[in-house]
C-alpha cells in the first residue's frame, strides 16, 4: 500500500506569513494528490486536486505543486481563518491513502 | 447547496453491528459514487468504503471487508453503511464523502459532519 508522510506535523506561524507543507509518497502517485482543510468539530473541506487545482472558492493564497512522490501545499499571507489542520490524500490507488496531517497553530 | 447528513451512530458492544446512514441534497444523488471515511485519534483518516452511482458496484478497505455492507437508495437519496461484528478499532467518527464521479470515485469533494460510533463493552 501506499504511505502518505506529512511534514511538519505541527508548525506555528503569524497572521501574514508564508506557510509549506510537505507530503511525500512512498511510491510514485503522478499528479493524483489532493489537500484538505479541517477545522476543529468540523468535516474535511476539499482545497486542491490534482495536486495544484484549486476547488472553485478556495482563496487564490493556497497554492499546491508537485508530482510523482513529493508535493507542496503553501498558503501565502496566512489569515486567522487558515488556522486548521491540512491533510494530503493519495487517489491514485486503491487504498486512497491519507497523510497523518499538519496543525497549523498560531505562533 | 451540497449537503450530507450522517445518522446512526451510537454505543454498541463488541460483535454487534449498526447501521449508518447519510441523507443528501444539494446533487443529483444518482449520478456520483459515494464513500465513507473513518476518523480516529491515532490512526487519522481511513477510507472505509465506496459505492458507485452508475451501478452500485461496492468497495473496500481490507480493515472492513467481510464485516461491514455499502447501500444506496437513489429513491431516497440515501447512502447506508450496515456495520457487522464490530471490533473495539472500528470507534471512530464515520464521515460519508460525495465523489467527484460516476463510477468508483477515489476524490472526493464534499463531506457531511461525520457520526461517532463506539464500540466498548
Known amino acids: 500500500d501506499i504511505q502518505m508522510t506529512q511534514s511538519p506535523s505541527t508548525l506555528s506561524a503569524s497572521v501574514g506569513d508564508r506557510v509549506t507543507i510537505t507530503c511525500r509518497a512512498s511510491?510514485?502517485?503522478?499528479?493524483?494528490l489532493a489537500w484538505f482543510q479541517q477545522k476543529p468539530g468540523k468535516a474535511p473541506k476539499l482545497l486542491i486536486y490534482k495536486a495544484s487545482i484549486l476547488k472553485s472558492g478556495v482563496p487564490s493564497r493556497f497554492s499546491g505543486s508537485g508530482s510523482g512522490t513529493e508535493f507542496t501545499l503553501t498558503i501565502n499571507s496566512l489569515q486567522p481563518d487558515d488556522f486548521a489542520t491540512y491533510y494530503c490524500q493519495q487517489y491514485n490507488s486503491y487504498s486512497r491513502a491519507f497523510g497523518q496531517g499538519t496543525k497549523v497553530e498560531i505562533k | 447547496e451540497v449537503h450530507l447528513l450522517e445518522s446512526g451512530g451510537g454505543l454498541v458492544q463488541p460483535g454487534g453491528s449498526l447501521r449508518l446512514s447519510c441523507a443528501v441534497s444539494g446533487f443529483t444523488f444518482s449520478s456520483y459514487g459515494m464513500s465513507w471515511v473513518r476518523q480516529t485519534p491515532g490512526k487519522g483518516l481511513e477510507w472505509v468504503s465506496s459505492?458507485?452511482?452508475?451501478?452500485?458496484?461496492?468497495y473496500y478497505a481490507d480493515s472492513v471487508k467481510g464485516r461491514f455492507t455499502i447501500s444506496r437508495d437513489n429513491s431516497k437519496n440515501t447512502l447506508y453503511l450496515q456495520m457487522n461484528s464490530l471490533r473495539a478499532e472500528d470507534t471512530a467518527l464515520y464521515y460519508c464523502?460525495?465523489?467527484?464521479?460516476?463510477?468508483?470515485?477515489?476524490?472526493?469533494?464534499?463531506w457531511g459532519q461525520g457520526t461517532l460510533v463506539t464500540v466498548s463493552s
Open positions: 464523502a460525495k465523489g467527484d464521479c460516476g463510477g468508483d470515485c477515489y476524490l472526493t469533494d464534499y
Open positions: 459505492i458507485s452511482g452508475s451501478d452500485s458496484s461496492t
Open positions: 511510491q510514485s502517485i503522478s499528479g493524483s
